[in-house]
């Protein structure tokens, strides 16, 4: 489950077990608290009204002045809002008490009770108790104060308890991951993590572990490399200083011989500038250099490639034939020079891996969006288990095959990278003992 997912149902389980909690243990508390408080209020006002009423009927027959009136208010309890006000016949008001807490409350006031007692004749005119409220008063209440204190106080525990769980449970795998990229720091690639849920933390670490399982074959593969780099230089080297030792004791007076072992330091030292080539070339497309594009004949193109190879495959051995079944007029937008580096590598695959006596076969078609260039010969063949890896960085499938020829296993990966730096596509059809077809794709507009 994703954790945005759990944090939406983790806030709704609080909300309903708050309900709950509510509805079954705290509602009846506060309603009985509040009812209480109307209870005892209701109270308090009854024995003001009724304290006010024996003190109309005690001086009914006798009023002269107020002081009854307010000997009478000096009773009524203080914490109280109220207002007593004496009148007379006329309307006139000729006594006024206020308690103690109405003074006190500056913000405005309302009126929750109030009482008429008239004078009974021959004294007229009347007296009125007045009972005021506020929202400081209403807040004031048990009851009331009951339902803040338990919505104030079940927020806070509740995200309490909330807050640390979720830390928690976002703290874990983040240490883990923590602890496993100390690791990693530290030379380790073999790692495994505990955390298995499937949500965003989940597929983090998912993302992780192929990362550094990429690196781990990354790493490899360089070590092999620089073996492979390492023992390809050194075989054409070796072969250069026995020849050039033997010729500098001057053992050789038949010029033929001489020509001869000098001949092969020179197809040795090519062999050398064919590997830094190689290296080059594969730092240039790791590096993402732009492509040089121009406009290229097709037809034009595969002549210049076949010319230059007839006599090679000629000295190997080898037949070349080639096929083009493309119009005259097919111009395709490309890098050339990164172009033909495609093909050379794929001819000298096919010279390299094939049998004695074997051929090579170049197609080119044209089709609706894409022109179709091949290379196929009777050679080795690739085994089935190999054929995803071909194209991958650093991967050989035969690591001692490449010695006797002083290929580094790049040219592959560098082809790769080429056909898809223009928008296209290369791959490989190959059986073990049979032979192998290399193809790919480049993309044209008609």
Not at 22 to 39: A, P, S, T
Not at 136 to 141: G, M, N, P
Not at 300 to 309: A, D, G, K, P, T
Not at 408 to 434: A, D, K
Request: hydrophobic fraction near 40%; glycine fraction near 6%.
């Amino acid at each position: 489950m994703q954790i945005g997912k759990k944090l939406v149902l983790s806030f709704l389980a609080v909300i309903i077990i708050h309900l709950i909690a509510y509805q079954l243990v705290f509602k009846n508390i506060i309603v009985e608290q509040i009812k209480n408080d109307r209870h005892e209020e209701f109270l308090q006002e009854r024995e003001a009204a009724k304290l006010v009423r024996i003190g109309q009927l005690m001086r009914s027959s006798s009023f002269k002045d107020p002081t009854e009136a307010r000997l009478l208010s000096e009773r009524l309890p203080e914490d109280l809002m109220y207002k007593v006000t004496v009148q007379d016949g006329n309307g006139q008001i000729i006594y006024s008490k206020e308690s103690r807490a109405y003074n006190l409350q500056k913000s405005e006031k309302q009126v929750v009770a109030e009482y008429h007692f008239q004078h009974e004749p021959p004294r007229m005119g009347g007296t009125v108790v007045q009972f005021f409220t506020n929202e400081t008063d209403i807040l004031a209440s048990k009851g009331v104060s009951m339902i803040i204190l338990y919505i104030y106080g079940s927020i806070f525990l509740i995200g309490l308890v909330l807050v640390i769980f979720l830390v928690r449970w976002i703290l874990q795998p983040i240490n883990e991951l923590s602890a496993v990229i100390q690791q990693i720091r530290d030379g380790k690639r073999n790692i495994t993590f505990s955390y298995q849920a499937n949500d965003e933390f989940g597929q983090l670490f998912r993302y992780f572990s192929d990362m550094v399982e990429q690196l781990r074959i990354s790493e490899e593969r360089q070590h092999e490399l620089i073996s492979a780099i390492a023992h390809d230089f050194r075989t054409p080297l070796t072969t250069i200083r026995g020849y050039a030792s033997y010729l500098s004791l001057g053992r050789f007076t038949d010029l033929e011989r001489i020509q001869k072992q000098t001949g092969k330091i020179e197809q040795k030292a090519i062999d050398l500038e064919r590997l830094l080539d190689e290296l080059q070339e594969f730092s240039k497309v790791s590096d993402h250099v732009p492509l040089v594009i121009s406009r290229i004949h097709i037809r034009s193109f595969i002549s210049s490639i076949v010319e230059e190879y007839t006599e090679r495959t000629k000295e190997a051995g080898l037949s070349l034939t080639t096929r083009l079944r493309v119009s005259q007029e097919l111009h395709i937008e490309a890098d050339e020079t990164k172009l033909r580096r495609v093909l050379a590598n794929l001819l000298d695959n096919a010279i390299y891996y094939n049998k004695p006596d074997g051929s090579i076969l170049l197609t080119v078609d044209q089709r609706e969006h894409h022109v179709l260039f091949s290379v196929i010969d009777k050679g080795e063949g690739i085994a089935e288990e190999d054929l995803p890896k071909v194209f991958t960085k650093f991967y050989r499938a035969d690591k001692s095959r490449n010695r006797n020829n002083g290929g580094t296993g790049l040219g592959l990966s560098i082809c790769q990278r080429i056909v898809e730096s223009h928008g296209g596509e290369i791959n490989v059809i190959s059986h073990l003992g049979e032979g192998s077809c290399f193809w790919f794709t480049i993309p044209y507009h008609q």
